[in-house]
């Protein structure tokens, strides 16, 4: 999260297990979720020491650069990630 950095404030987290996030990952939590990149279960957790696999960060990093993608104004007008450079 801190790579682009996002102009959003953190909210608390509202997870059933939120203590067990690590104080280290807490406000990149918050803002993945903020930011639609995240949902966390149907139950209401968050899993914070389950095993993601492949596909789910996947789209996690889908979801993140799709947040980002810009039309460049400079070259061809296309949609690309210019606004990161």
């Known amino acids: 999260m801190k ?3 996002p102009q959003i404030d953190a ?3 509202m997870f059933t297990d939120s203590v067990k996030i690590g104080i280290w990952a807490q406000q ?3 803002q ?3 930011l639609g990149i995240v ?3 149907s139950d209401g957790s968050f899993h914070p020491d389950a095993e993601i ?3 789910c960060k996947l789209c996690a990093l889908e979801k993140y650069i799709h947040k ?3 039309v460049c104004p400079r070259f061809c007008g296309k949609r690309t990630l210019c606004r990161l450079l």
Do not use: D, H, T, W
């Open 28 to 30: 990149a939590v918050e």
């Open 32 to 34: 993945s979720v903020q």
């Open 53 to 55: 696999q492949r596909p």
């Open 39 to 41: 949902k966390g279960y």
């Open 11 to 13: 909210e608390k987290l």
């Open 68 to 70: 980002f993608i810009a």
């Open 3 to 5: 790579a682009l950095k």
